[in-house]
């Protein structure tokens, strides 16, 4: 079955950077948009962009452009996001998600999401 | 960007109560609209899509409808399991927007 297994949680300090992952299992990886979303304490959710494994492109939020770096590994099915130049802002639940494909379209809504990634920026 | 206005923020209802969430669009998303429902604690879950049609293995007490800038999910007979918040998203347009969350708690 798919699964999304993310990286455990993070306390780092302001003005560092952090990178986490998400190693996908139970589906062809390339074949998928991967999409990753913050979640700020007790609010909604934001969409920070997505990566298409097959060939590494990208489209971001506005919002996120210079803040987050979307990157895979192909060989281990694995999607990684680095969030540079941390605040408190960005003290966060972080999951990654896949995008449904029926293998001819995609659609835009997410099918299957990761347990997250807490990250605490804190000094 | 398109914004998503969910409504209301809570609400508080009896197990076997039919309830209705809101989320109007700032502009027409033509059904390109999804549901998730988040447990507490955990990560959220797809529950209608395509504003009306249900994901595999929700049960049928869920249903979406609406169409333009109107949308609503709707939960009949209400189970204690459906404790949770819910959101709605837009796919119609770059970036993808949630709307801010109903939670739902049993009286």
């Known amino acids: 079955q798919v699964k999304l297994l993310q990286s455990g949680a993070a306390l780092v300090k302001p003005g560092a950077s952090v990178k986490m992952s998400c190693k996908a299992s139970?589906?062809?990886?390339?074949?998928?948009?991967v999409s990753w979303v913050k979640q700020s304490h007790g609010k909604s959710l934001e969409w920070i962009g997505e990566?298409?494994?097959?060939?590494?492109?990208?489209n971001f939020n506005e919002k996120f452009k210079g803040k987050a770096t979307l990157t895979v590994d192909k060989s281990t099915s694995t999607a990684y996001m680095e969030l540079s130049r941390l605040t408190s802002e960005d003290s966060a639940i972080y999951y990654c998600?896949?995008?449904?494909?029926?293998?001819?379209?995609?659609?835009?809504?997410?099918?299957?999401w990761g347990p997250g990634t807490m990250v605490t920026v804190s000094s | 960007d398109i914004r998503m206005t969910q409504s209301p923020a809570s609400l508080s209802a009896s197990l076997g109560e039919t309830v209705n969430i809101e989320c109007l669009a700032s502009?027409?998303?033509?059904?390109?609209l999804a549901w998730y429902q988040q447990k507490p604690g955990k990560s959220p879950q797809l529950l209608i899509y395509?504003?009306?049609s249900l994901q595999n293995g929700v049960p049928s007490r869920f249903s979406g409808s609406g169409s333009g800038t109107q949308y609503s999910l709707k939960i009949n007979s209400l189970q204690s399991e459906d404790v949770a918040t819910y959101f709605c998203?837009?796919?119609?347009?770059?970036?993808?927007?949630f709307g801010s969350g109903t939670k739902l708690e049993i009286k």
């Open positions: 998600t896949r995008f449904y494909y029926d293998g001819t379209y995609y659609y835009w809504y997410f099918d299957f």
């Open positions: 139970g589906y062809t990886f390339t074949d998928y948009w």
């Open positions: 990566i298409y494994p097959n060939s590494g492109a990208t």
């Open positions: 502009e027409d998303i033509y059904s390109d």
């Open positions: 395509n504003a009306n």
């Open positions: 998203q837009q796919y119609n347009n770059y970036p993808f927007t």
